[in-house]
T-cell receptor, first 113, second 114 residues
């Protein structure tokens, strides 16, 4: 049973470009969470999704950021018109149900030049 | 506001020593608490999950305790090894947020010296 898979591992974008981060949850997990870890800071919650639904996006910036978890395929975190301040490690986690143990992926390191 | 605090921020110990990492949280209304370790440049590895109704959980050399009423949890590591060197994160699922997220502490960076 493969763990949570994130790709790419590293992503380099120039200011103004779009970044797409992918996350495939563990088999049997229908709950996906995205977290961001800025340099020298802790992990901050961004968004919580179940299949085809956004449950809680209170941690996600109102502009330029969006997330989806379609019926088929991975969850996508999309950042439009990236700025240098978006440079961070983005982690995805999944769980089989609400309030259950979270399993994290290895993260995507986004660098904005 | 629900917050999680970890003390100390960094800890350095000689190999073989037993040690305790501390975590405190501001709201006792929680679903559960989870301890993770994070290695440099890597993701998070789940260590232990304690439900709000439990007092402790054990896995190998690790023991995590929970005192919900005082808003505290400890992670005890017995007979520490250099391979235990990592950042240890405490994360709490508060009921206020409907359990939809984990709120993380800033972590304790542990170094075990051979």
């Amino acid at each position: 049973n493969a763990g949570v898979m994130q790709n790419p591992r590293h992503l380099v974008r120039r200011r103004g470009q779009e970044a797409r981060l992918r996350c495939s949850p563990m088999k049997g997990h229908s709950h996906v969470y995205w977290y961001r870890q800025l340099p020298e800071e802790g992990l901050k919650f961004m968004v919580y999704l179940q299949k085809e639904n956004i449950i809680d996006e209170s941690g996600m910036p109102k502009e330029r950021f969006s997330a989806e978890f379609p019926k088929e395929g991975p969850s996508i975190l999309r950042i439009q018109q990236v700025v240098r301040g978006d440079s961070a490690a983005y982690f995805c986690a999944s769980s089989p149900g609400m309030n259950e143990k979270l399993f994290f992926g290895s993260g995507t390191q986004l660098s904005v030049l | 506001k629900q917050e999680v605090t970890q003390i100390p921020a960094a800890l350095s110990v000689p190999e073989g020593e037993n040690l305790v990492l501390n975590c405190s949280f501001t709201d006792s209304a929680i679903y559960n608490l989870q301890w993770f370790r994070q290695d440099p440049g890597k993701g998070l590895t789940s260590l232990l999950l304690i439900q709000s109704s439990q007092r402790e959980q054990t896995s190998g050399r690790l023991n995590a305790s929970l005192d919900k009423s005082s808003g505290r949890s400890t992670l005890y590591i017995a007979a520490s090894q250099p391979g235990d060197s990592a950042t240890y994160l405490c994360a709490v699922r508060f009921q206020e947020t409907s359990g939809s997220r984990l709120t993380f502490g800033e972590g304790t960076q542990l170094t075990v010296n051979p």
